[in-house]
């Protein structure tokens, strides 16, 4: 079944697949953050997600309005066009390769940046930075229909 | 030997009659059973989670209701026990809370426990055994990779330093301090087998980062030592771990410096709660503070800057030796730079420590290193 991006039920196939992976978050350890995801485009167009991680699971993501009012511990916000990409090299590779990892695309903010406000909570986007990843990579066997 | 028995207890007539006679006869003291404790039941708020210490945070046994000063318990009765009369005092010297606590230590310690990971099976190094680097890039990566075993066995020896001299009551941060030290002997371990593993081995130690390791290692206070421990040299780390990530050259080592890099974040956490903590409870330290970070920041620019330090992140962000890529290389690094100074006073500032960036000396270096790429265009 295809999903589309942007979408809650992108995130939401995402959450059904680390449900049936288990074990290899359990090996992770607990995975406490709640943080946003932010598409901006095409055009002015910004999508908001909100995903919240506890333990070894996410209890739930949802898409919302506006991710002031919702208080996330950090930010990922990058136009589709980034998005897409690194979805797609992480499908092509069966996981992000070494120049399109959640780390390196943030790092200096070149494709995505990390919105912040209280670098305590920042700190848990390296935290967690293992299962952060490899919750993205889990799109590698989605079929994903890309928002144009 | 330098702590005797005040008895031969074999030649104690009294003790050892006392044993023959429960042996004889079955009949036991069980004093202990009447022991002055708490009867309690303590069940996991989360069964996912399991039973975690802030599950234990219950009357007689808790932390919420930990003292100021530990007076009462100089041995390693484990909080909450009754203590006997005659038992030693073990002479811890960590007998304040302020001293040693952070805000949610507990949750640190049950994260810290649960995300261990081993740097013999969780890095595919058959996969790093195929990956051919070139020779600049190679030497460059296994400098690096000396600096930061260099860096983390020094880091597991100052926790491991300051463990024993923390009173048992602190039962959480001990515990803390003790996975702190076996995820840094972990680095030490991981980035030794990765050095061994380029081709190139081991390169050089370099003298000013020793200085500073020193002066990491000899801080005479327990926040002193968390505050450049924890807060500043792995704050910075946790930087050039992300910054190796970002420039490392394949797969398994960009999973490496994840998996370090989450550790390393987690320490900075606890020492940023402590220092939080220590602010609160404690505000007379900030001269004190200030004056130890003064001199740490000192060292820290002289070991960021030696040449077996800087000159491998140079050569490893602009991936090569010639010309155009030592310009690129220095554009990279100098941004690394600056960030790592923002963070650090990022952090100060939310634990409290908000007037350091005034009167920090860092600031001159970062002046120094915006004017540098502003003049290369960089910025």
């Known amino acids: 079944m295809k999903v589309d991006f942007p979408s809650a039920s992108f995130f939401e196939a995402l959450n059904d697949r680390m449900a049936q992976e288990q074990d290899r978050f359990t090996r992770l350890g607990y ?3 709640t943080f946003g995801v932010t598409v901006v485009g ?8 909100l995903l919240n991680f506890e333990v070894y699971e996410c209890m739930g993501a949802r898409e919302i309005d506006n991710l ?22 992480i499908q092509s590779n069966g996981g992000a390769d070494t120049d399109h990892g959640i780390n390196t695309l943030t790092h200096f903010g070149e494709g995505m940046k990390v919105i912040y406000d209280d670098p305590e909570r920042h700190d848990k986007l390296f935290r967690f930075s293992e299962s952060i ?5 889990l799109a590698a066997d989605l079929k994903i229909e890309y928002a144009s | 030997m330098s702590y005797l028995a005040t008895s031969h207890f074999l030649d104690d007539n ?16 069980l004093s202990w059973m009447d022991a ?13 989670r399991g039973l975690t210490f802030r599950d234990l945070d219950v009357d007689g046994y808790g932390f919420s209701d930990l003292p100021e000063v530990v007076r009462e318990n100089r041995c390693y009765a484990p909080r909450g026990a009754e203590i006997p009369d005659g038992v030693p005092d073990m002479q811890a010297s960590v007998n304040r809370s302020s001293d040693v606590w952070a805000y949610n230590v507990e949750g640190y310690v049950e994260e810290a426990m649960s995300r261990q990971w081993d740097a013999t099976t969780d890095i595919p190094w058959a996969e790093l055994q195929e990956a051919e680097l070139p020779e600049e890039i190679g030497k460059a990566y296994a400098q690096l990779l000396t600096f930061l075993t260099e860096v983390e066995m020094i880091a597991t020896d100052v926790p491991a330093k300051w463990m024993g001299q923390v ?17 840094e002997a972990r680095h030490a371990e991981i980035f030794r087998k990765r050095a061994l593993s380029t081709g190139y081995g081991l390169m050089r130690a370099s003298v000013q980062n020793e200085h500073n390791l ?18 500043q040299a792995e704050g910075n780390v946790l930087t050039m771990f992300r910054f190796s990530e970002y420039i490392s050259p394949t797969d398994a080592d960009k999973r490496m410096f994840r998996l370090v890099m989450q550790d390393e974040a987690r320490h900075v956490g606890y020492g940023m709660q402590h220092l939080k903590w220590l602010m609160k409870h404690n505000p007379e330290c900030r001269e004190t503070l200030h004056a130890h970070l003064e001199e740490a920041e000192n060292f820290l620019f002289g070991s960021i800057f030696a040449n077996e330090v800087f000159e491998p992140f140079v050569i490893l962000s602009g991936k090569g030796l010639k010309k155009e890529n030592i310009d690129k290389g220095l554009v990279i690094t100098g941004m690394f730079q600056m960030r790592q100074t923002e963070e650090y006073f990022e952090r100060l500032d939310k634990c409290g420590l908000t007037d350091r960036r005034e009167r920090s000396r860092l600031h001159e270096v970062y002046e120094m290193t915006k004017q540098g790429l502003a003049a290369q265009g960089a910025i």
Request: with cysteine; hydrophobic share 35%; aromatic share 12%.
């Open chain 1, 31 to 33: 995975f406490d953050t």
């Open chain 1, 133 to 137: 990843q490899e919750y993205f990579d």
């Open chain 1, 42 to 49: 095409p055009g002015e167009r910004r999508r908001n997600y």
């Open chain 2, 167 to 183: 009173n048992a009551d602190f039962i959480e941060v001990k515990n803390f301090i003790a996975l702190q030290a076996m995820d």
């Open chain 2, 214 to 231: 020193k002066f990491l290692r000899d801080a005479e206070t327990f926040s002193e030592a968390s505050v450049t421990l924890h807060l």
């Open chain 1, 68 to 89: 002031e009012g919702e208080d996330p511990d950090f930010v990922l916000e990058a136009d589709i066009a980034q998005w897409q990409d690194m979805l797609r090299n």
């Open chain 2, 14 to 29: 009294e003790f050892v009659d006392k044993y023959l006679y429960s042996m004889r006869t079955g009949e036991l003291d």
């Open chain 2, 36 to 48: 002055s404790t708490k009867d309690v039941h303590c069940t996991s708020a989360n069964e996912r």
